[in-house]
């Protein structure tokens, strides 16, 4: 870059007395990589009001909704922020009902791809799956064994005929899952190792715990499976702070990092606005100046490299 590219770039003509040229070039370059960078938001939960798509929610079946997520601010924002693709994740709000992901998918075909929800206990679960992958397109299926922390299907032999189809069609799953859980995941993925797995938000560790590092240490036996990712995302629910930047999370963050390396990290936000929890700008500062354990090259990572790894995305080069 030519030294008045760079002047003229960062405006720093007033500030010439004290230029710093080699800083300078540093800075341009840094903000040109960030504006080039490919960005994968790997967990978006969209849903409407349209009367298409009824709300079934299997935990709180009359769970009262304030305001819309549509896919279509999804777009705007992707627009706006040089997002290149999204990854789809239904709602609990539709409950086993995949269908709006599904229009989202069939509408905006280029942009995505998408995970459904299945019913752990359905006896037909293996024949569910096949349907919304082969006629839907669907990539992955999500599980929430959190909201049943008693709960033994996750690795029970009811469910070896489901992981034995998933890795027959190459989905992904990925677990809302308790630290106390981690164990039967890990069972799994001995067992499956053709089935890439996405563990949602750090695992989410229990910070209202006087001391909740034995538990969250469960999830780092996972670490030996390269079929396994973290998503590294909304430190607002993790949060006891609950105030931007959320500094109770980081050494949380940073452990998985330590832990796991920068090639099995993923990012994802969680809604889009007006339901976001931290606005866009945020979400990506976060991740560039607070999480300052990465370096540039784990944070190029982390925010897209990796996703091409586990998900087949339209038009992917």
């Not at 100046?289 to 995305?313: P, T």
Request: net charge neutral; proline share 8%.
């Amino acid at each position: 870059m030519r030294r008045r590219d760079v002047i003229k770039n960062l405006a720093l003509i007033p500030l010439l007395g004290d230029f710093d040229y080699q800083e300078a070039v540093s800075v341009a370059n840094s903000d040109k990589r960030k504006k080039d960078r490919l960005i994968i938001d790997t967990h978006v939960e969209t849903w409407n009001f349209d009367s298409r798509f009824p709300f079934k929610h299997p935990e709180n079946p009359n769970l009262k909704v304030s305001m819309e997520a549509p896919i279509e601010n999804q777009i705007e924002q992707m627009k706006d922020f040089g997002l290149k693709y999204g990854v789809l994740i239904n709602p609990r709000y539709y409950g086993w009902d995949n269908s709006y992901m599904a229009n989202c998918l069939k509408t905006y075909p280029n942009h995505f791809v998408a995970h459904g929800l299945l019913n752990p206990e359905d006896p037909k679960i293996v024949e569910k799956l096949r349907f919304w992958v082969k006629e839907h397109g669907f990539q992955g299926m999500r599980f929430s064994p959190i909201y049943h922390p008693k709960s033994t299907w996750l690795n029970s032999p009811e469910h070896y005929p489901l992981w034995k189809e998933a890795e027959k069609l190459g989905v992904v799953f990925n677990y809302y899952i308790l630290p106390s859980q981690m164990p039967m995941l890990e069972d799994m993925a001995e067992r499956f190792p053709g089935v890439k797995i996405v563990i949602d938000h750090a695992g989410k560790p229990d910070l209202k715990a006087a001391d909740c590092w034995d538990e969250f240490r469960k999830m780092f036996k996972l670490k030996r499976f390269p079929q396994v990712w973290i998503s590294n995302s909304e430190p607002y629910e993790m949060s006891e702070l609950k105030a931007y930047p959320y500094e109770d999370t980081l050494p949380f963050y940073k452990a998985i990092y330590e832990e796991f390396g920068p090639q099995q990290l993923i990012w994802g936000t969680g809604y889009p606005r007006p339901r976001w929890e931290l606005p866009m700008d945020k979400e990506l500062e976060f991740v560039d100046k607070y999480c300052y354990f990465y370096s540039e090259q784990d944070r190029e990572m982390l925010l897209g490299r990796n996703a091409f790894k586990i998900w087949k995305f339209p038009n992917q080069t």
